[in-house]
Structures are given as structure tokens and as C-alpha cells.
């Protein structure tokens, strides 16, 4: 349950030492889709949006990932233009009135270069540099920070990709090769952090099994490593009942503590004011800085 040795991640404008006594970063969720599994509709306009991303940083959100595709199991597609319609007009206004690193939620190439020339400084890509040939030039262009997640196939068929017969190993295995493909467009490692997928073409019993082998990925890979357990199915099926996805805040409490305890330096969250008392809690029980 070790995080290891502190590895530096370099966004513009900002640069962190993650692990090695350093506290848990906690990035916040602005979704701006009528379709997202715990949120959709929430923010149906940019001004909700950000409204609703300066509070996330007021309870103390680090980083603000703001998305405008739902990327849920079985979710369907929109198009870059419906996607840029829905994130430039958050971006913009978030970027007026913060100086806090803004990531955008997108596998695309076109969206996150419009997305970072309108203020972002981050791209989270699902898929790994996968789905999108185009992307991973694009963010070694503008020098951008990088969240490569693992995911097999699409949102549409990821649930039909779910044999492992080692979650954690072949997670790691696959994550180097996104990490290659970052290197291959000259993307240096200190720009990424990577993401092993929680919920992406994964059964409940093995978003389980890789949390409790985030520690190994982490010394495999030699990155940091970002968790997004938040309110995702795996939580509703061990809770009574099936909660849906805005009831599993304590579950998710849980499920982040435990990430960070296995191995997480940052956890992208809905509630960011009580997972960061998660997080603080979890960081002081492993003698990390608070």
C-alpha cells in the first residue's frame, strides 16, 4: 500500500511532486451533457457550468475536468461540434475568473485544440491516445499535461472486452503502450498521468481487484496515477438496495480512501467537498502532508 517515491507532473503553468509525503490531489467533474450516468442534464447551460465549477473549487477542487460527451457504458457519440458548443463556452468562462488548471474531457483531437487554445491545460483522453490518431500531436504541440486512461474498444462495446487474466498486469501492460504512443509524438513523461480505467471495460469484482493493485501498476509504470471510482455501478452493486448514482457518495467516500491508500495521487470526483475530507483522512492515515 505503498505510493513510492514523489514523481513530478508538469502542466503549463503549474507543476506538482505527487507522492512521496504529498497530499492527494482532487480533480472535480464538470459535466456539461444532458446524458452523463450521475449528473446528466445538471448543468444544461454554460453559466450553470460554471457556476457549478467555481463552487467545486471553493470546496476544493485542484483541477476542474469539464466534458460534453458522456462516455457512460452504452453511451452514444456526438459529434465534435456539438461537443465544442457544449465545453468552449465553460472553458472560457472559468478561464476568466481562475487561474486553476482546466483538463478537458475529450478523445478528440479537434475539441481539445480548441478546448486548449480557449484556456484549457490538460487533456484527458479515454482512450489512451487511441480512438484518435490525431490527439496525441495536438497535445505535444500546445505542451499540454496529459491523463491517459485505459479502456478497451469504445464506450458503445467496452463491456464486451472484459476478459483478463491478470486485471491489474494486463491494465499496466496496455497503459505502457499509451504511454508509448505519448512518448512516439514527443510527449515527455513528465507531462502524464495515467488513469487504469475504473469502470471502462471492467467487471465490478475487477474495478475491485484493480484498485487493490494500484500500488503495483504505479511502480510498473512509473508514473502517477489518477482514480475515478466516483459514483460508478461497481459502488451502487455492493450498497443495499442499488442506489442510483447521486445516493453512492458514501460508498464512493470509501472507494476513494481506498484508492489512495492502494496507490492514487489524484481521484476525479463529483462531491469534491466530502471527497477531499476522504482524501485529507486517507493521506493522514498513510503519514502523507495534509
Same mark, same amino acid.
Given at each position: 500500500?505503498?505510493?513510492?517515491?514523489?514523481?513530478?507532473?508538469?502542466?503549463?503553468?503549474?507543476?506538482?511532486?505527487?507522492?512521496?509525503?504529498?497530499?492527494?490531489?482532487?480533480?472535480?467533474?464538470?459535466?456539461?451533457?444532458?446524458?452523463?450516468?450521475?449528473?446528466?442534464?445538471?448543468?444544461?447551460?454554460?453559466?450553470?457550468?460554471?457556476?457549478?465549477?467555481?463552487?467545486?473549487?471553493?470546496?476544493?477542487?485542484?483541477?476542474?475536468?469539464?466534458?460534453?460527451?458522456?462516455?457512460?457504458?452504452?453511451?452514444?457519440?456526438?459529434?465534435?461540434?456539438?461537443?465544442?458548443?457544449?465545453?468552449?463556452?465553460?472553458?472560457?468562462?472559468?478561464?476568466?475568473?481562475?487561474?486553476?488548471?482546466?483538463?478537458?474531457?475529450?478523445?478528440?483531437?479537434?475539441?481539445?485544440?480548441?478546448?486548449?487554445?480557449?484556456?484549457?491545460?490538460?487533456?484527458?483522453? #479515454?482512450?489512451?491516445? /487511441?480512438?484518435?490518431? !490525431?490527439?496525441?500531436? =495536438? %497535445? &505535444?504541440?500546445?505542451? +499540454?499535461?496529459? $491523463?491517459?486512461?485505459?479502456?478497451?474498444?469504445?464506450?458503445?462495446?467496452?463491456?464486451?472486452?472484459?476478459?483478463?487474466?491478470?486485471?491489474?498486469?494486463?491494465?499496466?501492460?496496455?497503459?505502457?503502450?499509451?504511454?508509448?504512443?505519448?512518448?512516439?509524438?514527443?510527449?515527455?513523461?513528465?507531462?502524464?498521468?495515467?488513469?487504469?480505467?475504473?469502470?471502462?471495460?471492467?467487471?465490478?469484482?475487477?474495478?475491485?481487484?484493480?484498485?487493490?493493485?494500484?500500488?503495483?501498476?504505479?511502480?510498473?509504470?512509473?508514473?502517477?496515477?489518477?482514480?475515478?471510482?466516483?459514483?460508478?455501478?461497481?459502488?451502487?452493486?455492493?450498497?443495499?438496495?442499488?442506489?442510483?448514482?447521486?445516493?453512492?457518495?458514501?460508498?464512493?467516500?470509501?472507494?476513494?480512501?481506498?484508492? #489512495?491508500?492502494?496507490? /492514487?495521487?489524484?481521484? !476525479?470526483?463529483?462531491? =469534491? %467537498? &466530502?471527497?477531499?475530507? +476522504?482524501?485529507? $483522512?486517507?493521506?493522514?492515515?498513510?503519514?502523507?502532508?495534509?
Amino acid at each position: 500500500m505503498e505510493r513510492g517515491d514523489g514523481v513530478v507532473w508538469r502542466v503549463p503553468g503549474r507543476e506538482w511532486t505527487l507522492g512521496a509525503g504529498r497530499r492527494t490531489l482532487v480533480m472535480g467533474i464538470v459535466n456539461v451533457t444532458p446524458d452523463s450516468f450521475s449528473d446528466g442534464g445538471r448543468c444544461v447551460t454554460a453559466q450553470a457550468a460554471v457556476v457549478h465549477g467555481l463552487q467545486l473549487l471553493e470546496d476544493g477542487a485542484d483541477i476542474l475536468d469539464i466534458g460534453g460527451e458522456s462516455t457512460r457504458p452504452g453511451s452514444q457519440p456526438v459529434s465534435a461540434e456539438e461537443e465544442l458548443a457544449r465545453v468552449l463556452p465553460v472553458i472560457r468562462g472559468l478561464r476568466e475568473r481562475t487561474d486553476v488548471p482546466l483538463s478537458v474531457d475529450s478523445w478528440k483531437a479537434e475539441v481539445a485544440e480548441a478546448a486548449l487554445a480557449a484556456g484549457a491545460t490538460i487533456v484527458n483522453d #479515454i482512450s489512451g491516445f /487511441a480512438l484518435d490518431p !490525431r490527439l496525441a500531436a =495536438v %497535445a &505535444a504541440r500546445a505542451g +499540454a499535461g496529459c $491523463v491517459l486512461m485505459h479502456m478497451r474498444g469504445t464506450p458503445q462495446t467496452m463491456q464486451q472486452f472484459t476478459h483478463y487474466a491478470d486485471v491489474a498486469g494486463e491494465v499496466a501492460s496496455e497503459l505502457a503502450c499509451a504511454l508509448g504512443r505519448a512518448a512516439a509524438a514527443g510527449i515527455p513523461p513528465e507531462r502524464i498521468v495515467l488513469d487504469p480505467g475504473i469502470g471502462f471495460s471492467k467487471t465490478a469484482e475487477q474495478n475491485l481487484e484493480l484498485i487493490r493493485g494500484l500500488g503495483r501498476l504505479r511502480r510498473a509504470l512509473g508514473r502517477p496515477l489518477l482514480a475515478g471510482p466516483s459514483r460508478k455501478s461497481f459502488i451502487g452493486k455492493l450498497l443495499p438496495g442499488n442506489p442510483p448514482a447521486a445516493e453512492r457518495d458514501w460508498g464512493t467516500a470509501a472507494a476513494v480512501a481506498a484508492c #489512495i491508500l492502494y496507490g /492514487a495521487d489524484i481521484v !476525479r470526483v463529483h462531491n =469534491v %467537498a &466530502a471527497m477531499r475530507q +476522504a482524501a485529507l $483522512v486517507a493521506d493522514a492515515l498513510k503519514g502523507e502532508a495534509v
